[in-house]
Antibody
Framework: QVQLVESGGGLVKPGGSLRLSCAAS????????MSWIRQAPGKGLEWVSY????????NYADSVKGRFTISRDNAKNSLYLQMNSLRAEDTAVYYC?????????????WGQGTLVTVSS | QSALTQPPSASGSPGQSVTISCTGT?????????VSWYQQHPGKAPKLMIY???KRPSGVPDRFSGSKSGNTASLTVSGLQAEDEADYYC?????FGGGTKLTVL
């Protein structure tokens, strides 16, 4: 069965950095685009970034462009999000999700999320 | 891209039907059949309920159905049950709606 397990969240001061990881299993990781999607407390879902199956293409929301970097290691079935220059407004639960780019266009599997809190 | 527009709330009594709308533009909802819907219970991760406008993943009850007309997609929940109370989000080409809180009265 498909599983996505995020880790790396925590409390960080404004201006600090954090690296999130997402361990994937139960499917051929290298065949799929992957995305990070976040949800601020009490708010809706916000797409953050995606990466193509071979890492050739990446894209970012304007709100994180230049500060966040998405990457993946297909040999390790892992997705990453390097977050720098963190701001209070980056506080959110971060989900990794499998994006069925070549099929339905939907996020068909999601991890349980990891909480990032940016506060002094 | 701007977020898709959903009503903030919807409600219905057990057994009734409720429809949630999702309005976009010809660049997203209206231009492609890549509309999906997600259910999220408090403290839980979102779950895919509908993809490609009207298709249901395995395991999703057929009480959930989707449709589209022009730039507006809709999710209909028939025969409402208590466990359907949740937040629902639409998405098209990676853009999300603001979410609709469905209350079962």
């Amino acid at each position: 069965q498909v599983q996505l397990v995020e880790s790396g969240g925590g409390l960080v001061k404004p201006g600090g950095s954090l690296r999130l990881s997402c361990a994937a299993s139960g499917f051929t990781f290298s065949d799929y685009y992957m995305s990070w999607i976040r949800q601020a407390p009490g708010k809706g879902l916000e797409w953050v970034s995606y990466i193509s199956s071979s890492s050739s293409y990446t894209n970012y929301a304007d709100s994180v462009k230049g500060r966040f970097t998405i990457s993946r290691d297909n040999a390790k079935n892992s997705l990453y999000l390097q977050m720098n220059s963190l701001r209070a407004e980056d506080t959110a639960v971060y989900y990794c999700a499998r994006w069925d780019y070549y099929g339905s266009g939907s996020y068909d599997y999601w991890g349980q999320g990891t909480l990032v809190t940016v506060s002094s | 891209q701007s977020a898709l527009t959903q009503p903030p709330s919807a409600s219905g009594s057990p057994g009734q039907s409720v429809t949630i709308s999702c309005t976009g533009t010809s660049s997203d909802v209206g231009g492609y059949n890549y509309v999906s819907w997600y259910q999220q219970h408090p403290g839980k991760a979102p779950k895919l309920m509908i993809y490609e406008v009207s298709k249901r993943p395995s395991g999703v009850p057929d009480r959930f159905s989707g449709s589209k007309s022009g730039n507006t997609a809709s999710l209909t929940v028939s025969g409402l049950q208590a466990e359907d109370e949740a937040d629902y989000y639409c998405s098209s080409y990676g853009v999300f709606g603001g979410g609709t809180k469905l209350t079962v009265l």
